[in-house]
């Protein structure tokens, strides 16, 4: 499957839970993808990319340091999967000898690693198509990207069926704003 290079656009809080929500948009294009986290996770990559330092570090400063103290780097992040509505995520590291590493990760962690190393974001194109969102042009709401995808005959009624836990957040979410700026 293919991946899809990301940028973080944004963390937004769910209005319906109060949930944090991390918006990644593609690079050069208009899908969206919203990736729910905790408020640790949240406060730690808003925090960097307000360009804010902290007195001491934090958990993924912390990480950041000891991977680079090994000798190894951040070559990338992958959101690899969802299921169960859960993401998960890789990231790949390599080495000094070159030796390339993939850890497990909860994506919220993986993203926090990526914007304090300057590494890239990708996601599978499966996963952005089953939790994805596009805005319409004509009302400016977001869409689901699997209701593009069932009108191009993609996505069969049970596909959207289980995800219908995310139609439901995504329409409590305040979205007003995404895509207005880049």
Same mark, same amino acid.
């Given at each position: 499957?293919?991946?899809?290079?990301?940028?973080?656009?944004s963390?937004?809080?769910?209005?319906?839970n109060?949930?944090?929500?991390?918006?990644?948009?593609?690079?050069?294009?208009?899908?969206?993808?919203?990736?729910?986290?905790?408020?640790?996770?949240?406060?730690?990559?808003?925090?960097?990319?307000?360009?804010? /330092?902290?007195?001491?570090?934090?958990?993924?400063?912390?990480?950041?340091?000891?991977?680079?103290?090994?000798?190894?780097?951040?070559?990338?992040?992958?959101?690899?999967?969802?299921?169960?509505?859960?993401?998960?995520?890789?990231?790949?590291?390599?080495?000094?000898?070159?030796?390339?590493?993939?850890?497990?990760?909860?994506?919220?962690?993986?993203?926090?690693?990526?914007?304090?190393?300057?590494?890239?974001?990708?996601?599978?194109?499966?996963?952005?198509?089953?939790?994805?969102?596009?805005?319409?042009?004509? /009302?400016?709401?977001?869409?689901?990207?699997?209701?593009?995808?069932?009108?191009?005959?993609?996505?069969?009624?049970?596909?959207?069926?289980?995800?219908?836990?995310?139609?439901?957040?995504?329409?409590?979410?305040?979205?007003?704003d995404?895509?207005?700026?880049?």
């Open positions: 499957m293919p991946l899809v290079e990301m940028k973080i656009d963390i937004r809080v769910s209005l319906l109060h949930q944090r929500v991390v918006i990644l948009k593609e690079k050069g294009a208009e899908r969206y993808l919203p990736i729910w986290i905790g408020p640790a996770e949240a406060d730690a990559i808003a925090i960097k990319l307000q360009g804010i /330092t902290p007195p001491r570090p934090l958990t993924h400063d912390l990480l950041t340091s000891v991977i680079s103290a090994l000798g190894a780097r951040v070559e990338a992040v992958l959101v690899n999967d969802l299921r169960n509505d859960t993401f998960y995520a890789k990231i790949f590291l390599v080495t000094t000898t070159e030796e390339r590493l993939e850890i497990d990760s909860r994506p919220s962690d993986a993203m926090a690693l990526a914007v304090r190393t300057g590494a890239p974001i990708y996601v599978e194109e499966s996963v952005l198509l089953k939790a994805g969102i596009a805005i319409d042009k004509e /009302t400016g709401k977001p869409v689901p990207l699997t209701e593009v995808e069932k009108k191009k005959g993609e996505v069969s009624e049970e596909e959207m069926e289980k995800l219908s836990p995310f139609r439901e957040v995504l329409d409590n979410l305040n979205l007003d995404l895509g207005k700026s880049s």
